[in-house]
């Protein structure tokens, strides 16, 4: 999902100016919507959209930033009761995305590229809230955002992009990844109810990760 994407907020609406190079599809798959609620949300009748085109995201509810998430696990062969945990992370800087921490994990030896199943963006070089999945959740892999090789096994790596040691995750980012959560915990298909923990808890010691701001307690409240 290449080229710079514009985001506004105007009147309350979310709305999408048209860069070159977007498709409807890859501004539907950009801001979590299906490609049918954008186009009616539009009034458009055929996919031809030109640069400049101002479009109105629909929603903007969890439903919707987890839309592209549902799609994609609907079709996934999930081994029943093998994700018991969900790992938060953040990313420890303010750039960056899944694509290119993806890459820097390739560079890094990790064949499987992204160590994280999801990466949640800040605005920058992601969406405010967006959700990206990485091809270890596509593919069913493990993870590699721990050392812990058990917890790359079972648990589902969440990174929060940001420096959480410096700053408080956005409002939109939290929204996004509680909305994330709920649904793996409550709603995926995944044979089991995985327990919320954090990168800290798994490899004590070696890292503060997901940072002194994130809501550590706040989670641990609404998890358990
Ligand atoms: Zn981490």
């Known amino acids: ?21 977007d498709t409807l599809g890859s501004i539907a798959a950009r801001h979590g919507v299906t490609l049918t609620a954008l186009k009616l949300a539009n009034g458009l009748r055929s996919d031809r959209i030109f640069a400049g ?45 899944a694509r290119s921490y993806g890459a820097g994990h390739l560079r890094r030896g990790m064949e499987n590229g992204l160590a994280y199943d999801f990466v949640i963006g800040n605005g920058r070089d992601s969406g405010d809230g967006e959700i990206e999945i990485g ?11 721990v050392r812990n090789a058990f917890y790359n096994a079972h648990g589902i790596g969440i990174c929060l992009v940001g420096n959480f040691e410096k700053r408080r995750p956005g409002p939109r980012q939290m929204a996004s990844f509680t909305a994330l959560v709920d649904w793996l915990r409550d709603k ?32 641990k409240r609404r998890y358990g």
């Open 1 to 21: 999902m290449g080229g710079p994407t514009l985001f506004a907020q105007t009147g309350g609406r979310k709305t999408h100016k048209v860069v070159r190079g």
């Open 53 to 97: 085109q101002v479009l109105i995201i629909p929603g903007g509810d969890a439903t919707s930033v987890l839309a592209n998430v549902i799609n994609a696990t609907e079709g996934l062969k999930i081994e029943r009761g093998r994700w018991r945990y969900v790992v938060a992370h953040h990313s420890g800087i303010e750039a960056g995305n």
């Open 135 to 145: 091809p270890r959740w596509l593919k069913q892999l493990d993870g590699g955002h």
């Open 188 to 219: 995926a298909p995944l044979g089991a109810r995985p327990k919320f923990t954090v990168h800290r808890w798994v490899d004590k010691k070696n890292t503060v990760c997901p940072g002194r701001y994130f809501p550590y307690a706040a989670m």
